[in-house]
């Protein structure tokens, strides 16, 4: 069976300071996707990334970036020099590789407000 | 216009009454799904069609009635609900469902569903 911790439910920091949101999974698959999914309150979920198995190479987009780590099952998300306009809940989630979208399972999400 | 437009975007219906959530998406896929976001739960799965067939139930009761007349529509027919289905009902469409392209949903702003 897959799982996904998100272990803060809600982190509050002054803007343009830097925070990390923490994923921890668990699956049996060896080939597995995980992602980041931001979303505002507006209410859709906006796709941010998604990262294979085989690829733990840590990325960077503008003041995103991922750190993933197969040997702590962590796929975490900072977001750094952090904006009003990042407030949101972000969730993270895991697929099985070959499943497909079916077999998405979504963490419970962070609540992130950043204050002015 | 948007990706993924679902309407009505706001609904409170008694328990014995009959409505219906409508999904529109404008993106040319294949697949769409209906998951069900409850407070500090999970997103959870309901329905996936892919070209317009159904192919999960992930266990939904026999009260939630989808239907998908062709890849770009999704209903979700609703009657004699309890409180507790009270939740935001997320639509979101895929290219298709296949691992490929696993996790990149597109998703709407969700209908707010209550239950008196």
């Known amino acids: 069976a897959q799982k996904v911790t998100q272990a803060q439910t809600e982190i509050s920091v002054v803007e343009k300071e830097d925070v990390t949101l923490d994923c921890v999974y668990e699956t049996r698959d060896t080939t597995y996707y995980l992602f980041w999914y931001k979303q505002p309150p507006s209410g859709e979920l906006v796709f941010l990334i998604r990262?294979?198995?085989?690829?733990?190479q840590n990325e960077i987009s503008g003041r995103y970036s991922w750190n993933f780590q197969k040997s702590t099952s962590s796929f975490n998300f900072t977001i750094t020099a952090s904006q009003v306009v990042d407030s949101a809940v972000y969730f993270c989630a895991l697929s099985g590789g070959g499943f497909g979208n079916e077999k998405l399972t979504f963490g419970t999400g962070t609540r992130l407000t950043i204050i002015p | 216009e948007t990706g993924v437009t679902q309407t009505p975007r706001h609904l409170v219906m008694g328990m014995t009454n009959k409505k219906s959530l409508k999904c529109e998406q404008h993106l040319g896929h294949n697949a769409m799904y209906w998951y069900k976001q409850s407070a500090k739960k999970p997103l959870e799965l309901m329905f996936v069609y892919n070209f317009k067939e159904q192919t999960e139930n992930n266990s939904v009761p026999s009260r939630f009635s989808p239907e998908c007349p062709n890849s770009s529509h999704l209903f979700l027919h609703l009657h004699t609900l309890q409180p507790e289905d009270s939740a935001l009902y997320l639509c979101?469409?895929?290219?298709?469902?296949?691992?490929?392209?696993?996790?990149?949903?597109?998703f709407g702003e969700g209908s707010r569903l209550t239950v008196l």
């Open positions: 979101a469409s895929s290219q298709d469902k296949l691992g490929g392209l696993a996790g990149e949903l597109f």
């Open positions: 990262r294979n198995s085989f690829d733990e």
